[in-house]
């Protein structure tokens, strides 16, 4: 079992360019969630789906954040264009269902924005 | 508003001393409380939760209601317990937020 599989481990851009973040959750989980973790803080929750549903986004600054996950499996997020303040690791996790199961978390993607 | 609190950043505590973790939360429901480590170079994982009620790795964590707190602790730290803890608040209601603190750093004195 490979666990949470999220890509590029790392990525470096100029600010105003974009960038996407890739994440696989383990097979059969349901719930997904993107958090974004600055340095010295906790994962702050970014977006919550259940399946393809995006059940709780009230954190995700859609002005330059968007997200998909089809066919209720891979998720996409993207941020375009990125800002200097952008540079965080973005951490995807998953769980069995959205009824306070365990998450498993991926390594994370670690962006700095130039 | 819901809030997690841990109130130190970083802990240093001599091995086979005992451990206590602090974690303060603020919310009107029935809470679920986790505590989450990640040791150096590996991703974040599950320590324990409070509903499950059991000791991992020695840990223990209980639930008080009245002081809103769910504090970690250990009787004896060993050297492979020094990781970033972090303490979250996660409730069952769709409508409700996922918050995690801002974890503390507990360094293990050898």
């Known amino acids: 079992e490979a666990g949470v599989v999220q890509s590029p481990r790392y990525k470096i851009i100029e600010k105003k360019q974009p960038v996407a973040f890739w994440c696989n959750p383990i097979s059969g989980h349901n719930t997904l969630y993107w958090y974004r973790q600055n340095l010295g803080q906790g994962p702050e929750l970014l977006i919550r789906?259940?399946?393809?549903?995006?059940?709780?986004d009230s954190q995700l600054p859609k002005d330059r954040f968007s997200a998909e996950r089809l066919k209720g499996v891979d998720s996409t997020l993207k941020i375009q264009p990125a800002e200097l303040g952008d540079s965080a690791v973005y951490l995807c996790?998953?769980?069995?269902?959205?009824?306070?199961?365990?998450?498993?978390f991926g390594a994370g993607t670690r962006l700095s924005v130039l | 508003a819901q809030r997690v609190t841990q109130p130190e950043k970083l802990l240093s505590v001599f091995k086979g001393a005992p451990v206590e973790l602090k974690c303060n939360y603020s919310?009107?429901?029935?809470?679920?409380l986790f505590w989450y480590v990640q040791y150096s170079r590996q991703r974040l994982q599950l320590l324990l939760r409070?509903?499950s009620r059991e000791s991992i790795k020695g840990f223990t964590a209980d639930l008080n209601k009245g002081e809103t707190s769910f504090h970690l602790k250990k009787p004896f730290a060993q050297e492979e317990d020094s990781a970033m803890y972090y303490c979250a608040l996660i409730h069952m209601n769709r409508d409700d937020k996922i918050i995690f603190g801002k974890g503390t750093r507990l360094h293990i004195l050898p």
């Open positions: 409070h509903i």
């Open positions: 919310y009107s429901g029935s809470p679920e």
């Open positions: 789906y259940e399946n393809e549903e995006a059940v709780d």
């Open positions: 996790a998953s769980s069995l269902d959205d009824r306070g199961n365990i998450q498993y």
